[in-house]
């Protein structure tokens, strides 16, 4: 097989780029996202222990910064110094795009009032990698991100998504996930559900059935690591093999 290089990628001073990174598997970081990294003069991590890992994966040493949840009041100031000064600043999530359901959105909005630009590296996806594998339509979808934490509330939200004509996906802690079906199987005990579990690891694993049949299944190991849960739309309209519409 020839050897692949890095693209030439040339960085505008004072660009902030930010970059996917894996969601599970190293080999998935794209060539791009190596070379803005390898460009750029900093990054902000949300876990700087897993971005340096990436990082000597393949090979980079580059400066490393926090950018999380608790120091973003404090980081976001700083970021926009950087940038002003004519530094190239990344941004990476733990795993997946900055901004989805991570601190990265804080700062594109403070870069917005800024009047600065912004680019992004797209790769990894765990909402769309679980679209994918849970086999449901994909057409339309809605991404709803965590549930509230407390039972009720999670209750009401997740009432309120079962309402939707579109496929949902919902990222739950493998903490709540028993609590979360044991909800489902209470307010719809019928509707097709997925659970796809470390996505692009060894144990990657996609489980499909009402919330009571899935209930059963999670223990053990399965109640380790990264999952994605789907809720199949109600009521939609597909085309059978003769063409002919169905509802479900």
């Avoid at 795993?95 to 403070?110: E, I, K, N």
Wanted: proline fraction near 5%.
């Amino acid at each position: 097989m020839a050897e692949v290089g890095l693209p030439d990628v040339t960085l505008e001073s004072g660009s902030c780029w930010f970059v996917a990174t894996p969601i599970g598997n190293l080999g998935d970081l794209t060539l791009r996202a190596v070379a803005v990294l390898e460009a750029c003069d900093v990054i902000y991590a949300e876990d700087t222990r897993s971005a340096r890992r990436l990082l000597q994966h393949v090979g980079l040493t580059r400066p490393l910064e926090a950018y999380h949840d608790h120091n973003k009041d404090r980081a976001v100031p700083r970021i926009l110094e950087r940038l002003a000064a004519g530094e190239r600043v990344a941004v990476v999530s733990d795993a997946g795009m900055p901004c989805v359901s991570d601190p990265g959105f804080t700062l594109v909005r403070a870069l917005r009032e800024a009047g600065r630009s912004w680019s992004v590296v797209p790769g990894p996806s765990s909402v769309l990698a679980a679209l994918v594998l849970a086999g449901f339509e994909p057409d339309r979808f809605v991404f709803a991100g965590y549930p509230p934490r407390k039972k009720g509330a999670r209750a009401r939200w997740l009432g309120e998504l079962l309402d939707l004509d579109t496929t949902v996906i919902v990222l739950e802690s493998v903490h709540r996930i028993a609590s979360t079906l044991e909800i489902l199987a209470e307010i719809a005990p019928t509707r097709e559900l997925a659970i796809c579990r470390e996505i692009t690891k060894v144990h990657e694993e996609t489980l499909r059935g009402v919330a009571g049949d899935l209930l059963a299944q999670l223990t053990g190991p399965r109640l380790k690591g990264e999952l994605v849960l789907l809720l199949r739309g109600t009521t939609k309209s597909r085309t059978t093999g003769s063409g002919e519409e169905s509802e479900r």
